[in-house]
């Protein structure tokens, strides 16, 4: 059930176009319509305020929590839900739209780690293929993949912290 902010009468708040429709206002694929709606309000101002103020997620005065600037530190208060594994699962795609509704899916979830592990192990060859055969970026490779650093990436990451050490030291000084 849609709570009415504060600024709304509740005398005046059957006039208002957007009442009796708050799903459209929660889903990015109804943006378009939610956008038509709030065009035409007359609390649009009123609303956009409120909206930054309150940081509230969803579409408000025609404008998505991500160009009001409300911040993603944590989730909005409807709960996730479990999705159907459908056709299109496992890309980046449907995991996005899995997010977007607020779903948790894990065959795509699976695919993207599996994603991420084979990106880092392409960065780690690279970084093997440099002159030196070894990073510091390297160092941290290994550590995220969970495999034993090699020497040079060991010595490149060791080089670091007495660089940094050696920084610290002269500062305290």
Do not use: N
Not at 68 to 82: A, F, K, N, S
């Amino acid at each position: 059930m849609l709570t009415l902010p504060d600024f709304i009468p509740p005398t005046t708040a059957g006039l208002l176009p957007c009442v009796g429709q708050a799903t459209l206002f929660d889903t990015p694929d109804t943006l378009d319509q939610a956008q038509a709606i709030c065009h035409t309000c007359p609390a649009r101002t009123a609303c956009d305020t409120w909206a930054t103020e309150q940081q509230e997620w969803g579409t408000w005065a025609g404008r998505t929590d991500d160009q009001r600037g409300t911040p993603h530190t944590e989730l909005p208060d409807t709960p996730t839900l479990p999705a159907e594994p459908g056709p299109d699962c496992g890309t980046e795609a449907q995991r996005r739209r899995h997010i977007a509704y607020q779903e948790t899916c894990e065959v795509c979830d699976v695919a993207r780690a599996e994603r991420v592990r084979a990106r880092r192990i392409r960065d780690l060859d690279a970084q093997h293929a440099l002159p030196a055969a070894g990073s510091r970026w390297g160092y941290r490779l290994h550590a995220l993949l969970g495999i034993p650093s090699c020497p040079p990436c060991r010595a490149a990451h060791s080089q670091e912290v007495t660089q940094v050490k050696r920084r610290t030291s002269v500062l305290a000084a």
